[in-house]
T-cell receptor, first 111, second 114 residues
Framework: QQQVKQSPQSLIVQKGGISIINCAYENTAFDYFPWYQQFPGKGPALLIAIRPDVSEKKEGRFTISFNKSAKQFSLHIMDSQPGDSATYFCAASNRWGKLQFGAGTQVVVTP | GAGVSQSPSNKVTEKGKDVELRCDPISGHTALYWYRQRLGQGLEFLIYFQGNSAPDKSGLPSDRFSAERTGESVSTLTIQRTQQEDSAVYLC????????????FGDGTRLSIL
């Protein structure tokens, strides 16, 4: 069964707007929550990651919000740019490293 | 090399043939992972190596799939008697150790079974 559920499946946002992608997980043994960005024909590249001892992490225009009690985490892309158009995957792993991925969100940023 | 390298980048083969996919991890990375990505879907874990041993093979979908790693470096994923449902992108990732993050991904091998 899918251990990490991601929504929405796709998202269209205007340049300068905010993109929000949500993920939920079940396994309380997960202790690492990364977000990956993938462009067509390329492998996923790490964007930002968080561990459950913090509730928020910000790197530039990208922010992860983490709610341990609800077992949910989200990615916010501020001031979205056309170059942000890509597929975004949330993931989760326990200390042994195997990543469980969400199904992905295709983000399109319109000029 | 600077990153994870996979070859071939594309492979087209006929149903029933065997295929071998290669992964060169980042030098010094002891952990190596194989994932499968079907069209429009997320990544599915297949197998991971710590050094040359594979503690977790739980994601291999059938006994037609096998993988090995030699010299704590190159890994080969082999699919025997390929089926059309094996068509996917096969991605390899490596990290310094299994308990360390992040995992760095290659660009994958796009496998098409005719």
């Amino acid at each position: 069964q899918q251990q990490v559920k991601q929504s929405p499946q796709s998202l269209i946002v205007q340049k300068g707007g905010i993109s929000i992608i949500n993920c939920a997980y079940e396994n309380t043994a997960f202790d690492y929550f990364p977000w990956y960005q993938q462009f067509p024909g390329k492998g996923p590249a790490l964007l930002i990651a968080i561990r459950p001892d913090v509730s928020e992490k910000k790197e530039g225009r990208f922010t992860i919000s983490f709610n341990k009690s609800a077992k949910q985490f989200s990615l916010h892309i501020m001031d979205s740019q056309p170059g942000d158009s890509a597929t975004y995957f949330c993931a989760a792993s326990n200390r042994w490293g195997k990543l469980q991925f969400g199904a992905g969100t295709q983000v399109v940023v319109t000029p | 090399g600077a990153g994870v390298s996979q070859s071939p980048s594309n492979k087209v083969t006929e149903k029933g043939k065997d295929v071998e996919l290669r992964c060169d991890p980042i030098s010094g990375h002891t952990a190596l992972y194989w994932y499968r990505q079907r069209l429009g879907q997320g990544l599915e874990f297949l197998i991971y190596f710590q050094g040359n041993s594979a503690p977790d093979k739980s994601g291999l979908p059938s006994d037609r799939f096998s993988a090995e790693r030699t010299g704590e470096s190159v890994s080969t994923l082999t699919i025997q008697r390929t089926q059309q449902e094996d068509s996917a992108v096969y991605l390899c990732a490596s990290s310094l150790e299994p308990t360390s993050q992040p995992q760095h991904f290659g660009d994958g091998t796009r496998l098409s079974i005719l």
